[in-house]
């Protein structure tokens, strides 16, 4: 018998945009999944930037706001402050939070602000056309970098879960997978968490999301999973680097 997984309530019914292969899709029902099980979806707020998530107002069954590339923590500062009753979260790409927008990130983080960031790492600019990100691999070639990343005359990658997580502020901060099923139920456990402390107001929450981009990395799907296995996992390793919650014995 065929079973047909139900669509989450947080979900629209609008048909995914995204290309074969790509994991926004995975994050979107998780984060939707989340929203459903803490019965939040009526009084939270997302925020899409620029990139590949920039549709993302026609797939989340929620209030929705767009902001120009990079800004996202900055519009769901100030959409938590001026309507602190909401929980608000926003869905950012690596080129759009580590490049474009490092000075809102850095910042939001720093203040503590009172949001979930869900930070989808697939090591390229993909809405864009392919181009290096502050995530790309060392050597990794890209449209800017055609023969490989060199680390001489561009520096390495960032480990952005590693930077913030010298903040003092941050409450929860953690990076996940989602090359596979295992790793997706691990990943769906984290979002909830991050979700579950931004309905209680505990502070500001970071999932990154380990994912992929065949069309940009000109690999098919199931190649794209291994390659990212095998080099994108040892280089940004799944980690759980803070969790005050579990600290305290929350």
């Given at each position: 018998m065929k079973v047909?997984?139900?669509?989450?309530?947080?979900l629209t019914d609008v048909q995914f945009t995204y290309c074969p292969g790509c994991l926004h899709g995975v994050a979107h029902r998780i984060i939707a999944e989340a929203m459903d099980e803490l019965d939040m979806r009526n009084n939270t707020m997302g925020v899409a930037p620029v990139g590949c998530s920039v549709f993302a107002y026609k797939f989340f069954d929620c209030d929705m706001a767009e902001a120009a590339h990079g800004r996202a923590p900055a519009v769901a500062t100030g959409m938590k402050?001026?309507?602190?009753?909401?929980?608000?979260?926003t869905y950012q790409g690596d080129g759009d939070l580590a490049a474009i927008g490092t000075a809102e990130i850095v910042h939001a983080a720093n203040r503590g602000e009172k949001m979930t960031v869900f930070f989808v790492n697939n090591?390229?600019?993909?809405?864009?056309?392919?181009?290096?990100?502050?995530?790309?691999?060392?050597?990794?070639?890209?449209?800017?970098?055609?023969?490989?990343?060199?680390t001489d005359d561009i520096g390495f990658p960032i480990r952005v879960c590693e930077m913030l997580n010298t903040f003092v502020a941050p409450?929860?901060?953690?990076?996940v997978?989602?090359?596979?099923?295992?790793?997706i139920l691990k990943a769906k456990k984290a979002v909830k968490k991050a979700m579950q402390y931004n309905k209680e107001n505990r502070g500001f929450t970071f999932i990154e999301l380990i994912s992929t981009c065949p069309t940009n990395w000109g690999i098919d799907p199931i190649e794209s999973?291994?390659?990212?296995?095998?080099?994108?996992?040892?280089?940004?390793?799944?980690?759980?680097?803070?969790?005050?919650?579990?600290?305290?014995?929350?």
């Amino acid at each position: 018998m065929k079973v047909i997984a139900k669509r989450p309530d947080s979900l629209t019914d609008v048909q995914f945009t995204y290309c074969p292969g790509c994991l926004h899709g995975v994050a979107h029902r998780i984060i939707a999944e989340a929203m459903d099980e803490l019965d939040m979806r009526n009084n939270t707020m997302g925020v899409a930037p620029v990139g590949c998530s920039v549709f993302a107002y026609k797939f989340f069954d929620c209030d929705m706001a767009e902001a120009a590339h990079g800004r996202a923590p900055a519009v769901a500062t100030g959409m938590k402050r001026a309507r602190p009753d909401m929980h608000v979260f926003t869905y950012q790409g690596d080129g759009d939070l580590a490049a474009i927008g490092t000075a809102e990130i850095v910042h939001a983080a720093n203040r503590g602000e009172k949001m979930t960031v869900f930070f989808v790492n697939n090591a390229i600019y993909g809405m864009t056309g392919g181009q290096m990100a502050p995530t790309t691999l060392p050597g990794m070639k890209t449209t800017t970098s055609p023969y490989g990343r060199n680390t001489d005359d561009i520096g390495f990658p960032i480990r952005v879960c590693e930077m913030l997580n010298t903040f003092v502020a941050p409450y929860y901060i953690e990076r996940v997978s989602l090359l596979t099923p295992q790793d997706i139920l691990k990943a769906k456990k984290a979002v909830k968490k991050a979700m579950q402390y931004n309905k209680e107001n505990r502070g500001f929450t970071f999932i990154e999301l380990i994912s992929t981009c065949p069309t940009n990395w000109g690999i098919d799907p199931i190649e794209s999973l291994t390659w990212a296995k095998e080099n994108m996992l040892p280089f940004f390793k799944v980690q759980n680097f803070r969790d005050k919650g579990a600290e305290a014995g929350k």
